[in-house]
T-cell receptor
């Protein structure tokens, strides 16, 4: 079993839809939770990070962490075709420099 | 400002040959990471450099893989006697060393071993 599980998709939604992307994990020591976005033929870029449990909002994006369930989510409101990319979750333990990535979910938003 | 750059962007090599992949991190970033991204496998950690500390090599898949970081800046990932299973995108990232979660990635080198 992988430490971080993520559905690879693809997830195809119409423009304007609310998108929910999720990851589960098994390591209860994870404290930092990140979402990276990766466009085709590009390197990943950090979208959001959360420390411990709770919600964090940034524009159309909301990240949620439920440590009791070992489950994290990224919600995208009013999705746009420009949101079409692969979304990778990543996690790390406190005071460590190593990130553990999920396999990524490919999202397609069609006009 | 300049981001992380990697060269070459694409590399095709024959099985058994050695290859060198280069990474130029963001100026002033003390931490540098190498990852491998294969189809459907996500990002696989390979090696991590932080300042003058000994590198964390725990992710290197075999002794055919090695990496150096000269002068605390440019890094080279070397794969000796390449195998077909080495075909992947090799990504480099750097960070300030203060926040490992905020890594800045280069565009990657796409390696194809024929």
């Amino acid at each position: 079993q992988k430490e971080v599980e993520q559905d690879p998709g693809p997830l195809s939604v119409p423009e304007g839809a609310i998108v929910s992307l999720n990851c589960t994990y098994s390591n209860s020591a994870f404290q930092y939770f990140m979402w990276y976005r990766q466009y085709s033929r590009k390197g990943p870029e950090l979208l959001m990070y959360t420390y411990s449990s709770g919600n964090k909002e940034d524009g159309r994006f909301t990240a949620q962490v439920d440590k009791s369930s070992k489950y994290i989510s990224l919600f995208i409101r009013d999705s746009q075709p420009s949101d079409s990319a692969t979304y990778l979750c990543a996690m790390s333990e406190y005071n460590t420099d190593k990130l553990i990535f999920g396999t990524g979910t490919r999202l397609q938003v069609f006009p | 400002g300049a981001g992380v750059s990697q060269s070459p962007s694409n590399k095709v090599t024959e099985k058994g040959k050695d290859v060198e992949l280069r990474c130029d991190p963001i100026s002033g970033h003390t931490a540098l990471y190498w990852y491998r991204q294969s189809l459907g496998q996500g990002l696989e950690f390979l090696i991590y450099f932080q300042g003058n500390s000994a590198p964390d090599k725990s992710g290197l898949p075999s002794d055919r893989f090695s990496a150096e970081r000269t002068g605390g800046s440019v890094s080279t990932l070397t794969i000796q006697r390449t195998q077909q299973e080495d075909s992947a995108v090799y990504l480099c990232a750097s960070s300030t060393g203060l926040a490992a979660y905020e890594q800045y990635f280069g565009p990657g080198t796409r390696l194809t071993v024929t």
